[in-house]
């Protein structure tokens, strides 16, 4: 058990490494901050001097070593448009973009697992086709569409919800269903499958056969197998969720880390792009590597006995 | 599976191995047929890409055209609409209606080719690294770690940045950002496969390795492939609206759902239909092709984990 | 088990609606809204409307700039002209900063100089480039001197310069200067929490008059529709960034009501080194080509005022005896095929897609050049992108924008001076006489200059000329404010309406 957390630390690192060098030979290729640092009518001798001065002269590998020394040490250097620390805006910026997140993901499993499982039970039923129709149309909608029509006619029409910004529960509310529709979709398609194979399972039947109660047989044995797979990918969609709020932030002028990368990219704080980079990648690989350990607590308690 | 390919290829064998393929693809065709969910979505499927590839034919308007006297003309069937906009006209005047048969051309020539771009790499790479294994197999199988964790919107968007808005950098950022879930559905397959009688049988009698991928390995992953791909044409369309709407996509005039969409929103309390027509149009369109990929995956292989 | 799922499952709904947003708020509090939020807080280092607008409550400059381009007294309490290149100026007594520290012209001086560091790169340095030092001659009265004569000098003063306090920033230096400024303005900065609000609160030591509101709140919302729907719904007070299309639902909303005063110039630039424009038939071409009347009524709802040339109609120094260029698409064929291009021409037009309704103008304006023979391809690009190239003299035609401001050197100096910027035009006379009427300190013979500079820049045509269009603010009808020509949300003006 520790060699495989070892391992899949060392695996952690690497990926952070890559994923580091490939945003900023993208975004020190992407174009020039020096432009926009400085007013519209600076000499080219003050770009020139300015550019020379952050170092953006020197061969791409030479700034990238400089920014990994840095950057180990924890100081990821200061944000070129708002002279501030990076990591201070980061910092900022995370919990918003982690209460969405977390907001999306339970919105989606509070109600895509008893919906799966209802589903899975009463198979075939008009309750069946109708909720995985509904899944099937909410995977099909653009997100920011879905936020979009739901601005429309909450906070437009009926005026119930404050249209943006972040605040009360209220704020939450379109932000969090508009992220976590499809994933609720997903996660009720992913679970009634699962439910499926699993109750058509030799061990089930034999539980059904002693006489235990349904509900019994579905809560205990049913749902603890169909967890597996579903950690599985909640967790990895967790991981996407947190680098994919960017839209639906433009949207709703969520303060959350989306946006503000967005914005820096746009124009081109390097410092920045490079700390949000790391920050959300950090995020995804320690989310996927926390599945995988609690995969691997679930599994041996779980036995599959299949009499073939 | 046919044995009889570890013979020495001759012409009569290849058309022979040809056979059961092709009843095999009858065969899932009937069953997806079979489904009623699958049938109306490849029907839908079928009509929206006749309406894109047809349509100058029957619509004469020009997508292009304004007429800024009158815009914001609301659809038909609301008070102040006409015939001559069916659909209503933007904020420049130009017809919904044309725009957005326009637009389908472009979600769905971006979605269809950047899945088909996804999928070589991610066939060629996963096949590399599943037959060869060792080294290779990890190098590949890192970067694809590298690839998986790079926060999907963040990569396609700095890509963008650097290359610049057009179609082809869209398919090809789409495509190389995308092709990881490919290349670890093929390595899988390839390496459950590389095991199986007929393959070592092949590489004893000493048929070229490439040969053997082609031949035996390729076409029994096909299958799970085309099913993931079709679900993935949704993704892609869905990605390309977003960065459509972030001002990242085609560039105008040329009209995209994405970029309809965003310029939409801006006159959102107003002109409604401006907003949610384009966003009827991919959600439809994207409803098909799952339909459709559901039917797929249940008649290829019933027990792939439902996503 | 599911009973109490669903049990659960029904205490969240409930708790969702009944979670309001948050209505009640105090009656001295004003709350602004802008479409993003303030980069630094420190006046000098950002040149970006949004942050100025914040930073104008917080810090104050020696003069108050007025709608004619002349100055009333602000930190300054009298000043005399010794000669044409040096001021006397004197401050009022009293004054202090937010955290106590007396302002005097030490202050003063100390700002001056830190507009010129280099560390700072401050936004504003070319417009302050002709102050040369300041000489303090007491605690509260010093002497500006210019290298040359400057006339629109205490003007830019009052705008560009706003007096920082040196014992504070040598304390906690520029960085944290930024975030936590220290100024010597109506309000003082409360909170900022970066991404949602800039609280600021009333300094009760304020030498001027006190503004009403107790607190202002700025917030920063990017949806245009969610500004709008804010302010019907009463939650915020002020908002800027309303969207021509929005303001007939403000009016006849019978909640909020519109001010304007601030303009802004889109113009079209073009490219005058290389063919086809180097010609200027096929400049003036492009004037006649462009349907401004149309576009003002479908765009613009008729409010824009039509350019006719450089110059804003509306600022002094603009030719009144010029048109603007009419719409005739046939004469506009019939020059570019005197220029010898007989089939038309096709060209490249540039824009930015950060700035809303950019887009719109662009294609409308391509759809007209297409009828008079200039096939015009659209080049949107992002902010970055479209500064490079601009600087790198890349665009053929592009859309570009000024503020629509009182003092005309503010921005053709910027603008049309080579010294400044050279990439698409340059002309000497321009030039001279553009170096002359910054000197000129009389204003009608200034204006004379002026307008000598719109009639040549008219007839040669570097830029389309198109027109000014009003900004608008959106004010709740419960407050009083009018905005200035400037745009910056300068709240110490506003109060209640009764």
New interface residues.
């Given amino acids: 058990m520790l060699q495989y957390i070892l391992k899949r630390l060392w695996h952690t690192v690497y990926v952070i490494i890559g994923i580091s060098m490939i945003s900023f030979f993208f975004i020190h290729l992407s174009g020039d901050p020096v432009l926009l640092m400085l007013p519209g009518d600076a000499s080219d001798q003050e770009i020139e001097e300015l550019r020379e001065q952050l170092g953006f002269n020197d061969p791409l590998y030479v700034q990238y070593v400089r920014f990994a020394s840095k950057a180990i040490r924890g100081d990821f250097g200061e944000s070129l448009y708002y002279h501030v620390p990076v990591m201070e805006l980061v910092i900022e910026r995370l919990p918003a973009s982690l209460e969405l997140a977390v907001a999306a993901m339970v919105f989606a499993l509070v109600l895509a697992v008893p919906i799966g499982i209802i589903s899975a039970v009463r198979r075939g039923s008009m309750l069946d086709m109708g909720s995985m129709l509904g899944a099937l149309l909410g995977l099909s909608m653009p997100h920011f569409w879905l936020g979009i029509m739901l601005m429309l006619l909450f906070s437009v029409h009926l005026g119930w919800l404050p249209t943006s910004g972040r605040g009360t529960m209220a704020h939450l509310i379109m932000p969090a269903v508009s992220l976590g529709l499809s994933l609720m979709a997903m996660f009720a398609r992913l679970t009634r499958s699962v439910m499926l194979e699993v109750l058509s399972l030799d061990y089930i039947r034999t539980a059904r056969a002693k006489g235990l109660r349904e509900e019994i047989v579905i809560s205990k044995h049913a749902l603890k197998n169909a967890l597996i797979p579903l950690v599985t990918v909640a967790g990895m969609q967790f991981g996407f969720l947190i680098g994919g709020t960017v839209i639906i932030e433009t949207v709703f002028a969520w303060p959350g880390l989306g946006r503000l990368v967005i914005q820096a990219i746009f124009s081109r704080d390097y410092p920045l792009v490079q700390a949000i980079v790391f920050v959300l990648s950090l995020l995804f690989v320690g989310m996927n590597l926390l599945v995988d350990i609690l995969y691997v607590y679930l599994d041996p308690q779980i036995s599959y006995s299949e009499e073939k | 599976m046919n044995t009889r390919a570890t013979e020495s290829p001759g012409f009569r064998q290849a058309v022979e191995s040809l056979v059961p393929r092709i009843r095999l693809t009858l065969e899932t065709a009937r069953e997806v047929v079979r489904r009623p969910s699958a049938l109306a979505g490849g029907i839908l499927l079928l009509l929206i890409l006749m309406a894109s590839v047809s349509f100058p034919v029957l619509y004469h308007t020009d997508p292009l055209a304004q007429d800024l006297l009158a815009r914001f003309t609301p659809p038909v069937w609301q008070s102040g609409g006409t015939w001559s906009h069916l659909l209503g006209t933007d904020n420049l005047g130009r017809d919904v209606l044309s725009r957005l048969l326009y637009g389908s051309r472009v979600s769905l020539l971006v979605g269809f080719t950047a899945v088909f771009v996804a999928e070589l790499v991610g066939i060629v790479l996963g096949l590399i690294s599943g037959y060869y294994g060792g080294k290779t197999d990890s190098f590949i199988m890192r970067i694809a770690d590298i690839f998986m964790a790079y926060p999907f919107m963040l990569l396609t968007i700095s890509v963008i940045a650097v290359l610049g808005p057009s179609i082809l950098n869209l398919i090809l950022v789409l495509g190389i950002s995308d092709w990881v879930t490919y290349a670890r559905t093929i390595r899988g397959s390839v390496l459950s496969l590389k095991r199986k009688e007929f393959v070592e049988a092949s590489r004893a009698i000493g048929t070229h390795n490439i040969i053997i991928i082609i031949r035996h390995i390729l076409p029994n992953v096909i299958s799970p492939l085309l099913v993931l791909g079709t679900l993935r044409v949704a993704n892609i369309i869905i990605w390309e609206s977003g960065l459509s709407y972030l001002g990242m996509g085609a560039p105008p005039p040329m009209p995209t759902w994405g970029r309809m969409l965003a310029e939409g929103r801006v006159y959102i309390g107003d002109a409604w239909w401006l907003v949610t027509l384009p966003g009827l149009a991919i959600m439809f369109t994207i409803l098909s092709i799952n339909l459709l990929g559901d039917g797929l995956r249940d008649a290829l292989d019933p027990r792939l984990i439902n996503v | 088990?599911?009973k109490t799922?669903l049990l659960?499952?029904a205490a969240?709904m409930l708790?969702?609606l009944f979670?309001?947003?948050?209505v009640a708020r105090d009656a001295d509090t004003l709350i602004v809204v802008q479409e993003s939020e303030p980069?630094?807080l420190d006046l000098m280092?950002s040149?970006l409307q949004n942050t100025m607008s914040v930073c104008y409550n917080i810090h104050d400059t020696l003069f108050f700039p007025q709608q004619d381009a002349s100055i009333k007294p602000a930190l300054a309490e009298k000043w005399e002209k010794l000669d044409d290149m040096t001021w006397k100026i004197t401050l009022r007594k009293g004054i202090t900063f937010h955290n106590g520290e007396p302002l005097n012209a030490k202050a003063v001086k100390f700002s001056l100089d830190r507009v010129f560091d280099p560390e700072i790169?401050?936004?504003?340095?070319?417009k302050l480039a002709a102050f040369k030092e300041i000489k303090v001659l007491d605690e509260l009265s010093f002497e500006i001197k210019t290298a040359r004569p400057f006339a629109p000098g205490l003007y830019m003063l009052g705008i560009y310069l706003p007096i920082v306090p040196p014992d504070y920033i040598k304390k906690v230096g520029?960085?944290k200067y930024?975030?936590n400024p220290v100024g010597c303005g109506p309000y003082k900065l409360a909170k900022w929490v970066?991404?949602?609000s800039v609280i600021l609160e009333r300094y009760e030591n304020y030498y001027g008059p006190k503004p009403y509101y107790r607190k202002v709140v700025f917030?920063?919302?990017?949806?245009?529709?969610?500004?709008?729907?804010?302010l019907l719904?009463g939650?915020v007070d002020v908002v800027s960034g309303i969207?021509v299309?929005?303001r007939k639902?403000i009016l006849e909303s019978g909640k909020a009501y519109l001010t304007s005063q601030m303009g802004v110039m889109p113009y079209l630039g073009i490219n005058t080194y290389e063919p086809p424009f180097d010609d200027v038939r096929v400049r003036q071409a492009v004037n006649y080509a462009i349907n401004r009347e149309?576009?003002n009524?479908?765009?613009f709802n008729g409010k824009a005022i039509l350019c006719n040339g450089p110059i804003s109609p509306r600022t002094f120094g603009h030719a009144p005896d010029l048109k603007p260029y009419p719409f005739d698409p046939a004469k506009a064929k019939a020059l570019i095929k005197e220029a010898g291009y007989p089939n038309g021409i096709e060209v490249r037009l540039a824009y930015p897609?950060?700035m809303?309704?950019i887009?719109?103008q662009a294609?409308?304006i391509?759809?007209n050049l297409a009828e008079a023979g200039i096939k015009a391809k659209?080049?949107?690009f992002?902010?970055?992108?479209m500064?490079?190239r601009y600087?790198g003299k890349k665009h053929q035609l592009f859309v570009y924008w000024w503020d629509d401001a009182p003092e005309p050197d503010r921005y053709m100096y910027?603008l049309f001076n080579s010294k400044?910027?050279d990439y698409y035009y340059k002309n000497e006379t321009i030039d001279v006489l553009l170096d002359l009427g910054r000197t000129i300190i009389d204003r009608t013979e200034r204006a004379k200059v002026y307008n000598e500079i719109d009639r040549i820049l008219y007839k040669d045509s570097p830029w389309a000329y198109l027109y000014v269009i009003p900004e608008v603010f959106g004010v709740s009808n419960k407050v009083f404010y009018e905005g200035d020509r400037d745009g910056f949300l300068n709240m110490r003006w506003a109060k209640p309406k009764n």
């Fill in positions: 088990m599911k799922y659960i499952l969240l708790i969702c979670a309001s947003p948050g980069v630094g280092r040149s790169k401050c936004n504003h340095k070319g520029n960085t930024n975030t970066r991404g949602e917030k920063t919302v990017p949806e245009a529709t969610s500004r709008v729907a804010a719904t939650e969207a299309h929005q639902n149309l576009i009524k479908a765009l897609t950060y809303s309704q887009q719109e294609e409308a391509a759809a659209l080049e949107p992002e902010r970055a992108v500064w490079q600087k910027s400044s910027r």
